[in-house]
């Protein structure tokens, strides 16, 4: 069975960083690109980051670009989100999602909370 | 306000049909047939539930489907069921720097 387990999520203050981390399993993880997607309080869906399977080439949303950076450790079957400079518009849910050939997502994550205050 | 629009909120009863549009341009839905389609119930992660216009992973009911014509890819749901009720994201590749567009999301209500 698949699984995508975020975590790292927590309340930071406004400049402050964070590094979120995700645990995958029940699949062969250095086989897929894997992404972050994001979801502010009642808001919809930001796709943030996206990493290849090998994690040689990364991708990211104009509004995280010089701000978070996206890493893996097929080793470890872990995917993170380093999240430096954060601003009150990164407050969000942030989930894993498994990526699939042109950018669907088949699995996701439960999601981890990440609140910024000033 | 989100790259591809959908409308805020559809309504049927039990056992009708209803349809969810996604609005992009030839940068996304337009130029490609990577658009897919997600269910999200309150407090749960989304769903994959069309993927690449019109294809259902395996486990999805056949009361769902996708199309596109031109710009504008569409959600149909058939069947109306109760758990049908949540929020629907259309999403698509595009061609610009941000490479996932997400639709607002629309709000399904089974009366």
């Known amino acids: 069975e698949v699984q995508l387990v975020e975590s790292g999520g927590g309340l930071v203050k406004t400049g402050g960083s964070l590094r979120l981390s995700c645990a995958a399993s029940g699949f062969t993880f250095s086989g897929y690109s894997m992404n972050w997607v994001r979801q502010a309080p009642g808001k919809g869906l930001e796709w943030v980051s996206s990493?290849?399977?090998?994690?040689?080439?990364?991708y990211y949303a104009d509004s995280v670009k010089g701000r978070f950076t996206i890493s893996r450790d097929n080793a470890k079957n872990s995917l993170y989100l380093q999240m430096n400079s954060l601003r009150g518009e990164d407050a969000a849910v942030y989930y894993c999602?498994?990526?699939?050939?042109?950018?669907?997502?088949?699995?996701w994550g439960q999601g981890t909370l990440v609140t910024v205050s000033s | 306000q989100s790259a591809l629009t959908q409308p805020a909120s559809v309504s049927g009863s039990p056992g009708q049909s209803i349809t969810i549009s996604c609005s992009g341009t030839s940068s996304d839905v337009g130029d490609y047939n990577y658009v897919s389609w997600y269910q999200q119930h309150p407090g749960k992660a989304p769903k994959l539930m069309i993927y690449?216009?019109?294809n259902r992973p395996s486990g999805v009911s056949n009361r769902f489907s996708g199309s596109k014509s031109g710009n504008t890819a569409s959600l149909t749901i058939s069947g109306l069921q109760a758990d049908d009720e949540g929020d629907y994201y259309c999403s698509s590749y595009t061609s610009r720097t941000t490479l996932v567009v997400f639709g607002g999301g629309t709000k399904l209500t089974v009366l």
């Open positions: 990493t290849t399977s090998s994690g040689s080439y990364t």
């Open positions: 690449e216009v019109s």
């Open positions: 999602a498994r990526q699939r050939d042109w950018y669907y997502f088949d699995y």
